[in-house]
């Protein structure tokens, strides 16, 4: 009996590659189709809309205003509008304390924040899960509850219509701890803690050498949003402050466009001035941010 041998076709040898699309390769770059355009563009115009309006109602009279349908296109009294607006409210003034506030705040959040979310997330202490659930559970607490308590205790310190008390109420913020301890268990690897204390570093020179340059993106996001925080705080500085003595920019806004009638289009143009410096530092800064963002998660 003779066996006959056939020599496989290479084309049915194996099972076969199928080579998927070019954005979905090794080492491909991923290309968005039309729809994914669509929807960015979508959801683009929808955030712009209240700012772009915002600017039109700023650029018009309160009696264009008040017609039907109303402008959708920009008008002749921006600067007028703006320069009155600038005047009536003293933003001048409100913008330099709530620069202050803001800053002091902010800064002041970040160490604070960075130091104790180190502290929970890398030191091995007694009690260290009983205070962080305390920590969190202080964020389920409405601020509300506590303004009569701090208002009395702001009175009797004589503080009124003075920026510390805007200040100290917001030095500290479980918020800022809680997101702190989240990056560094992902992002600082407990050999590198563990390298320094044996080259005889104390707990302040670990903070200062490897915690603060691991956590820098995350203290620059957590310092961008807690300046906008503590500018659009509205309801605790407008019962502390006064319009006349030492605003800020929410409570001076607070009081422009008042009388019988309403003037939108003034107040439209005090709530486009307190959002500028906002987009300014966005502008400025958010790239830099973002960047820090992607090299810390490439880094964890």
Same mark, same amino acid.
């Given at each position: 009996?003779?066996?006959?041998l056939?020599? %496989?076709?290479?084309?049915?040898?194996?099972?076969?590659?199928?080579?998927? %699309?070019?954005?979905?390769?090794?080492?491909?770059?991923?290309?968005?189709?039309?729809?994914?355009?669509?929807?960015?563009?979508?959801?683009?115009?929808? =955030?712009?809309?209240p700012?772009?309006?915002?600017?039109? +109602?700023?650029?018009?009279?309160?009696?264009?205003?008040?017609?039907?349908p109303?402008?959708?296109?920009?008008?002749s009294?921006?600067a007028?509008?703006l &320069?009155? +607006?600038? &005047?009536?409210?003293?933003?001048g003034?409100?913008?330099?304390?709530?620069?202050?506030?803001?800053?002091?705040?902010?800064?002041?959040?970040?160490?604070? =924040?960075?130091?104790?979310g180190? +502290?929970?997330?890398?030191?091995?202490?007694?009690?260290?899960?009983?205070l962080m $659930?305390?920590?969190?559970?202080?964020?389920?607490? %409405?601020?509300?509850?506590?303004?009569?308590?701090?208002?009395?205790?702001?009175?009797?310190l004589?503080?009124?219509?003075?920026?510390?008390?805007?200040?100290l109420? &917001?030095?500290?913020?479980?918020?800022?701890?809680?997101?702190?301890?989240?990056?560094?268990?992902?992002?600082?690897?407990?050999?590198?803690?563990?390298a320094?204390?044996?080259?005889? +570093?104390?707990?302040?020179?670990?903070?200062?050498?490897?915690?603060?340059?691991?956590?820098?993106?995350?203290?620059?996001?957590?310092?961008?949003?807690?300046?906008?925080?503590?500018?659009?705080?509205? $309801?605790?500085p407008?019962?502390?402050?006064?319009?006349?003595?030492?605003?800020?920019?929410?409570?001076?806004?607070?009081?422009?466009?008042?009388?019988?009638?309403?003037?939108?289009?003034?107040?439209?143009?005090?709530?486009?001035?307190?959002?500028? %410096?906002?987009?300014?530092?966005?502008?400025?800064?958010?790239?830099?941010?973002?960047?820090?963002?992607?090299?810390?998660?490439v880094?964890?």
């Amino acid at each position: 009996m003779t066996t006959t041998l056939t020599k %496989p076709d290479a084309r049915t040898a194996g099972p076969r590659r199928v080579r998927g %699309p070019r954005s979905a390769r090794a080492g491909g770059q991923l290309h968005a189709g039309p729809v994914a355009y669509v929807v960015l563009a979508l959801f683009t115009v929808g =955030s712009l809309f209240p700012l772009v309006w915002t600017a039109i +109602a700023a650029s018009r009279d309160n009696n264009r205003l008040a017609q039907t349908p109303p402008p959708f296109w920009f008008g002749s009294n921006l600067a007028h509008n703006l &320069s009155v +607006a600038w &005047s009536d409210a003293d933003l001048g003034k409100a913008f330099l304390n709530t620069t202050v506030v803001a800053g002091v705040s902010a800064g002041t959040i970040v160490l604070l =924040s960075t130091v104790a979310g180190f +502290a929970f997330a890398k030191l091995r202490f007694r009690g260290r899960g009983a205070l962080m $659930l305390l920590v969190i559970g202080t964020m389920m607490v %409405p601020p509300q509850l506590s303004i009569i308590p701090l208002y009395m205790m702001v009175a009797k310190l004589d503080w009124t219509d003075q920026l510390q008390a805007v200040i100290l109420p &917001s030095l500290v913020s479980a918020f800022g701890v809680f997101f702190m301890r989240q990056y560094l268990i992902q992002a600082l690897p407990d050999e590198i803690v563990e390298a320094a204390r044996v080259d005889g +570093a104390s707990s302040w020179r670990v903070v200062w050498h490897v915690v603060f340059p691991t956590a820098r993106p995350a203290m620059a996001v957590l310092g961008m949003l807690m300046f906008v925080q503590a500018w659009n705080d509205f $309801l605790w500085p407008f019962l502390v402050l006064t319009q006349t003595g030492n605003p800020t920019v929410q409570v001076a806004l607070a009081g422009l466009g008042r009388g019988y009638t309403p003037d939108q289009s003034l107040i439209m143009a005090g709530a486009l001035l307190g959002t500028l %410096p906002l987009l300014l530092v966005f502008a400025l800064f958010g790239k830099q941010i973002v960047g820090g963002i992607m090299q810390g998660a490439v880094k964890g």
